[in-house]
């Protein structure tokens, strides 16, 4: 009796074992479904849509892995910080250049190298200087998502009345096409009065503000290129959105009160959104320095919380968001550039007109100072507008006051 009971409990097992096994292969079981979350700012319905839609087409290839977007509206860092505080943050989330190393020196970032090791994936694809914020004592936290650069916008009906005929390749040209340009209630250039836009002058002289790991705050062919920049205000040649009774530089430039701006991409959706004809102003890199080219590249990671409980299915996300998948909606949509090397080059075959943004991606500094960025932005916006407005023209004196002041 007990040999045949032992035989009808073995049979029981095995046709059970079979059964579940066939269930499995169907996708009958439903004990592997996640759901991941992915902390998102605020932005317009183009932008969502991308996200959306790259979410759609990880989930065919993860159909067990579910994707809820978390949206944080008004100020992410401090909601972000207070969601770490509760443990109840994102998987994954966007992760600003600026803030990164705060973030990371925290220790509340995975950091993604083991992850990109064991599922191949390679800093190489992407633009380097995209990933310089996010890395930090040799270790990769973050890949980047997307990015822009800038560029100079220029009016080509103003440009034909004033007998030029391309856009200006050297600060001189920059200058005097400016005052060639400034007639009446128009002025030659609009930009704002802040790092942000003025920096590149710094490195187009050969001189740099961030050395990788700290700021440089007086280093001389920075200086002389940034003077360079703020006496073309100086002289009336280059005004703010401000002082043109603009919104920002896009309306001035949009409203013909400008002929040049020096902007990022982001320029393109809101000039078609002001119905401002594609044809009727043109996109060129930055004019070159004495010691070349330069600009800044703006850019936003996808990092991953160090307390998610789904790590391996976090990073698969994040390896498509950013890899060749998911920049594809990127590229399709034309928002910003992608990211990935490989995707830049189908953005620019599919906007021509918009090569010069991926030109720069090249030589571009991105818009980053350490630990202390925030400080340092604030060092050198200030003394910007003690030159210009204050018209304190020792710029040396005026970054040396203000650092004493800022960076505490």
């Excluded at 890199?285 to 976090?314: Q, R």
Aim: charged residues 25%.
């Amino acid at each position: 009796m007990k040999k045949f009971l032992t035989i009808l409990l073995t049979l029981i097992f095995l046709l059970s074992l079979i059964a579940g096994m066939g269930a499995a292969q169907k996708g009958v079981f439903a004990t592997s479904k996640i759901t991941l979350k992915l902390g998102a700012w605020a932005s317009s319905p183009a932008e969502k849509k991308i996200v959306q839609n790259q979410i759609a087409a990880f989930k065919k290839l993860y159909p067990n892995v579910d994707v809820k977007i978390t949206e944080i509206v008004g100020d992410y860092n401090q909601k972000m910080q207070l969601l770490m505080a509760s443990k109840t943050e994102p998987d994954i989330f966007y992760m600003d250049s600026m803030p990164a190393w705060q973030y990371i020196a925290k220790g509340v970032l995975e950091p993604l190298d083991s992850w990109m090791k064991k599922y191949n994936v390679k800093t190489i694809g992407y633009e380097s200087s995209l990933l310089q914020p996010f890395i930090y004592k040799g270790k990769v936290y973050g890949l980047p998502k997307d990015y822009n650069t800038l560029v100079l916008f220029y009016n080509k009906e103003m440009f034909k009345q004033a007998g030029l005929t391309r856009p200006p390749r050297t600060w001189q040209e920059l200058k005097d096409y400016a005052k060639k340009l400034t007639t009446g209630k128009v002025v030659g250039l609009t930009m704002n009065l802040e790092l942000a836009r003025i920096q590149p002058f710094a490195y187009q002289n050969g001189g740099k503000v961030f050395d990788g790991t700290k700021p440089v705050f007086t280093d001389p062919k920075a200086l002389e290129g940034l003077k360079f920049a703020l006496d073309l205000f100086k002289e009336g040649i280059c005004k703010t959105p401000k002082d043109l009774g603009a919104g920002w530089v896009g309306d001035a430039f949009a409203d013909k009160k400008a002929a040049m701006t020096i902007e990022g991409g982001w320029m393109i959706p809101f000039l078609n959104d002001r119905k401002i004809p594609k044809d009727s102003y043109g996109i060129a890199e930055l004019p070159a320095g004495p010691a070349g080219k330069s600009t800044m590249a703006f850019t936003v990671a996808y990092v991953m919380s160090k307390n998610s409980k789904h790590k391996p299915e976090a990073f698969k996300l994040i390896r498509f968001l950013t890899g060749e998948g998911g920049q594809k909606y990127v590229v399709e949509a034309g928002l910003a550039l992608p990211s990935l090397k490989s995707a830049g080059v189908n953005f620019a075959k599919t906007y021509p007109e918009r090569k010069a943004l991926v030109d720069g991606a090249k030589y571009a500094q991105v818009y980053f100072y350490g630990l202390d960025g925030t400080k340092v932005v604030d060092v050198f916006n200030k003394a910007f507008e003690d030159y210009v407005i204050g018209k304190k023209y020792d710029l040396k004196k005026n970054i040396e006051e203000r650092v004493k002041q800022i960076m505490k």
